[in-house]
Nanobody, 121 residues
Framework: QVQLVESGGGLVQPGGSLRLSCAVSGSIFKINAMGWYRQVPGKERELVAEISSGGSTNYVNSVKGRFTMSRDNAKNTVYLQMNSLKPEDTAVYYC???????????????WGQGTQVTVSS
């Protein structure tokens, strides 16, 4: 009933840029906070950036000044603009949304399938 689809990943050289998108669809009453996470083989998934319903953002220290998160509430879509990319940014990036459904009592978190970002010369 709730689906998240990420797009925009790919291969880029160090110093380059990419913009990721995440579209949420389904039986949705309201979306609260949303986040971007990333994961590399052998390590746990980590939070990269998050955005509140009002648009305030927080970032992990390693991406501050390089990544910018934003959202379009009318389209139920969130974005991650990634500039000055480094090889250590290479990972699968996942979108997460806190959603309240019609006629459903509580908030719940939902995940997308992920999109690959590779930064290499």
């Amino acid at each position: 009933q709730v689906q998240l689809v990420e797009s925009g990943g790919g291969l880029v050289q160090p110093g380059g840029s990419l913009r990721l998108s995440c579209a949420v669809s389904g039986s949705i009453f309201k979306i609260n906070a949303m986040g971007w996470y990333r994961q590399v083989p052998g390590k746990e998934r980590e939070l990269v950036a998050e955005i509140s319903s009002g648009g305030s953002t927080n970032y992990v220290n390693s991406v501050k000044g390089r990544f910018t998160m934003s959202r379009d509430n009318a389209k139920n879509t969130v974005y991650l603009q990634m500039n000055s990319l480094k090889p250590e940014d290479t990972a699968v990036y996942y979108c997460n949304a806190e959603v309240k459904r019609f006629y459903y009592g509580s908030w719940a978190g939902y995940w997308g399938q992920g999109t690959q970002v590779t930064v290499s010369s």
